[in-house]
């Protein structure tokens, strides 16, 4: 049996190769093993990873495409860790995940724990004894929550498909509990003409047993920083620089920048933005600077501006260094492995997303 081990710290002898020689050692391994391996790449990552990847997407793009790899040994995810946790869940049992660097987390995501999340749950179901309630998890999330939405009848979603999503648990259920992204939720729920006034960000301190048993979406208090970075008034600046500009924008955004922005989409639907807009336009992006530089050279009939610079550092771990590193040591090096009992629960939950 081959040995497993967790090791974020690259050895000097691979911090020592050029890029052109890190590069012809990953094509050679992708030769070597053909069908076998596939790496998949997160939009987020830089443009030499992405080059190198067999499979690019968002969230939701990745967590299907992970999916359908049927005939891989070998899963190598570039992304971050909750990114590849969801693909070891959805993984067969003789497949492998491994993530380049075992430290590459995502902030968001950890703003909710399980252990918070129980508590609050019991909270509110205590004080709402008659509605029927459902936990919404975005993907941007531990394994551990996922498993919990699973054993609740719950449901895990993706920015581009959160509408759906919610529109789905509302026909069948009288209230959300959404964690952990506040905006991607606020920004749903009020798209789908949701009043502010049914919508509660949780805090136990704050908010009376009439305000929580009255809500129809209470929001966890988390929120991405690369996503919050912008403002109302990057918008408007903007704006005054280039009058004839059309934005965009995540919706891990606060509301006030969603509301200020011409459309906002996930990261999928912001490529698809910018492909269908005519030659000539300029398009100010918020999101993650290397997803903005790529379209802006993949476009050059197009000015393609970043609303803010806003850089993802966890994104940015994974490189051509620990890359190649990874594909030396196949099956063996820095091994995705959530447990059979968290992954049978998760599974639930991401498969319900997964048939909408």
């Known amino acids: 049996m081959m040995k497993k081990k967790m090791n974020p ?9 050029d890029d052109f020689e890190l590069k012809n050692r990953i094509i050679e391994k992708k030769e070597q093993y053909s069908s076998r391996l596939v790496i998949l790449g997160h939009h987020y990552q830089r443009d030499s990873v992405i080059e190198l990847a067999d499979l690019t997407g968002d969230s ?14 070998f899963i190598v995810f570039c992304g971050v860790q909750f990114m590849a946790e969801s693909a070891d869940i959805l993984s067969e049992e003789n497949q492998i995940v491994q993530i380049p660097d075992p430290l590459a987390g995502c902030p968001l995501a950890d703003f909710a724990n399980i252990e918070g999340v129980e508590y609050a749950w019991q909270k509110i179901t205590d004080i709402c004894k008659d509605q029927k309630i459902i936990p919404i998890t975005y993907i941007n ?14 449901i895990t979603c993706t920015s581009s498909n959160a509408a759906k999503v919610v529109k789905w648990a509302l026909e069948r259920f009288d209230k959300i509990f959404f964690f952990p992204d506040q905006h991607l939720g606020r920004n749903t729920a009020s798209a789908m003409g949701i009043s502010s006034k049914q919508i509660l960000l949780w805090n136990e301190d704050n908010l009376s047993d009439e ?6 979406v209470i929001l966890w208090n988390g929120y991405c920083h690369v996503h919050t970075a912008f403002t109302p008034e990057h918008v408007q600046k ?3 620089q280039f009058p004839d500009v059309k934005i965009i924008v995540h919706p891990e955004s606060s509301k006030e920048v969603v509301d200020a922005s011409d459309a906002s989409g996930s990261t999928g639907q912001i490529i698809q933005y910018v492909e269908n807009a005519p030659a ?12 903005v530089n790529r379209l802006n050279q993949m476009y050059p009939d197009k000015k393609i501006i970043p609303l803010v610079r806003s850089f993802c550092p966890n994104m940015f771990k994974i490189n051509l260094n620990n890359l190649c590193w990874t594909l030396d040591n ?3 090096l820095n091994v995705v492995e959530v447990s059979d009992a968290i992954k049978h629960d998760a599974k639930i939950a991401l498969n319900r997303m997964l048939a909408l």
């Not at 710290?9 to 190769?17: G, Q, S, T, V």
């Not at 305000?211 to 129809?216: Q, S, T, V």
């Open 9 to 17: 710290i690259l050895p000097d002898e691979y911090r020592m190769i």
């Open 60 to 73: 939701l793009e990745l967590c299907q495409k992970a999916a359908r790899q049927r005939k891989a040994d």
């Open 141 to 154: 999330s531990d394994a551990e929550l996922k498993a919990f939405c699973g054993r609740h009848e719950g």
């Open 211 to 216: 305000e929580i048993d009255g809500a129809k």
């Open 238 to 240: 903007t704006r005054s």
């Open 280 to 291: 000539g336009s300029t398009i100010a992006i918020g999101t993650e600077t290397n997803l």
């Open 330 to 332: 196949l099956g063996t």
